[in-house]
T-cell receptor
Framework: AQSVSQHNHHVILSEAASLELGCNYSYGGTVNLFWYVQYPGQHLQLLLKYFSGDPLVKGIKGFEAEFIKSKFSFNLRKPSVQWSDTAEYFCAVNHNNAGNMLTFGGGTRLMVKP | SQTIHQWPATLVQPVGSPLSLECTVEGTSNPNLYWYRQAAGRGLQLLFYSVGIGQISSEVPQNLSASRPQDRQFILSSKKLLLSDSGFYLC?????????????FGDGTRLSIL
């Protein structure tokens, strides 16, 4: 079965620190990859997505992610975090079948200290 | 623009009582619809998805059921709630027949079983 792993469950950083959140998936076929963010008290929002093409994907709010097929990874990065980046981040992988289904990782809670 | 509504936002129910959570989507037609449960540290677990009226697929065996009586309405139900049904339930939609698309999430319903 397809699975998605986010190994960092909780991350605490100071403002201006660099961020990298890991995401690994188990599916060997064609994948479509997503990062979602959930700010406190808000609904899940799409941060960025990868379907094909350039494996380095730019998203909103200065986030980017790199698809490394050989490592089955899609890590999320930001060079300099802000207090407002405090949120929970979810990696998701698409099953390319009917229903456009997603398999989500367990999430990473990021706290940025001012 | 498209919007998704879930209600109620919070619900407290006794064990053994029935459940009905409602989700509606506006501004689009023929969407794919999804119900997820979000548990701390475990990400989002897909419970049900639907590609059309009356078409429901279940991803995990459980005490819950789903129905889609209208094109843009998705209902999560139970005849008798268990303590283990407590959690945060999210509805989502994605466009159908347009290839792989991100899913868009509602604000969620926090369900507490006493």
């Amino acid at each position: 079965a397809q699975s998605v792993s986010q190994h960092n469950h909780h991350v605490i950083l100071s403002e201006a620190a660099s961020l990298e959140l890991g995401c690994n998936y188990s599916y060997g076929g064609t994948v479509n990859l997503f990062w979602y963010v959930q700010y406190p008290g808000q609904h899940l929002q799409l941060l960025l997505k990868y379907f094909s093409g350039d494996p380095l994907v730019k998203g909103i709010k200065g986030f980017e992610a790199e698809f490394i097929k050989s490592k089955f990874s899609f890590n999320l990065r930001k060079p300099s975090v802000q207090w407002s980046d405090t949120a929970e981040y979810f990696c998701a992988v698409n099953h390319n079948n009917a229903g456009n289904m997603l398999t989500f990782g367990g999430g990473t809670r990021l706290m940025v200290k001012p | 623009s498209q919007t998704i509504h879930q209600w109620p936002a919070t619900l407290v129910q006794p064990v053994g009582s029935p459940l009905s959570l409602e989700c509606t989507v506006e501004g689009t037609s023929n969407p794919n619809l999804y119900w997820y449960r979000q548990a701390a540290g475990r990400g989002l677990q897909l419970l049900f998805y639907s590609v059309g009226i009356g078409q429901i697929s279940s991803e995990v065996p459980q005490n819950l059921s789903a129905s889609r009586p209208q094109d843009r309405q998705f209902i999560l139900s139970s005849k008798k709630l268990l303590l283990s049904d407590s959690g945060f339930y999210l509805c989502a939609w994605s466009p159908r027949d347009r290839g792989i698309q991100p899913q868009h999430f509602g604000d969620g319903t926090r369900l507490s079983i006493l």
